[in-house]
């Protein structure tokens, strides 16, 4: 991937190694910032068919701290997610009042599975 930052220098990141304990992965790093530490002028993607199955799930939360912690024990355990997002109770209303939805009010996980029809039934 290649970035330029605010001063016009050219930074190159990611390489071909899956894993490295030689600090930051500014790889994820400038693709999460959005744009707010250097513009993507170049990247390079592998591609995947599309999977056999897509299966999704709402789980609702008391609190947002305990959906939060729903998500980083499911990664420690290496379920394989394609997706997973964070809905807040006013991000909830928002959805519920744009698309005419009856979701709970409260702190939602939407989770998304792809792959094959065993291992999505396992994965869910």
């Not at 930074?11 to 513009?39: C, H, M, N, P, Q």
């Not at 209303?93 to 792809?114: G, I, Q």
Request: glycine share 10%; with cysteine.
């Amino acid at each position: 991937m290649q970035v330029v930052m605010a001063d016009g220098r050219i930074v190159r990141v990611g390489g071909r190694a899956r894993k490295s304990s030689a600090g930051y992965d500014l790889t994820r790093l400038f693709i999460g910032s959005e744009g707010t530490l250097g513009i993507i002028t170049e990247l390079t993607l592998r591609l995947h068919g599309i999977p056999e199955v897509i299966a999704g799930g709402i789980c609702s939360f008391p609190t947002i701290h305990a959906a939060c912690d729903a998500v980083i024990m499911t990664v420690q355990m290496g379920i394989p997610m394609a997706r997973i997002e964070l809905l807040d109770p006013l991000q909830v209303r928002a959805c519920n009042t744009y698309s005419k939805l009856d979701l709970p009010e409260e702190p939602l996980l939407l989770v998304e599975f792809h792959g094959s029809a065993v291992s999505v039934d396992d994965d869910v």
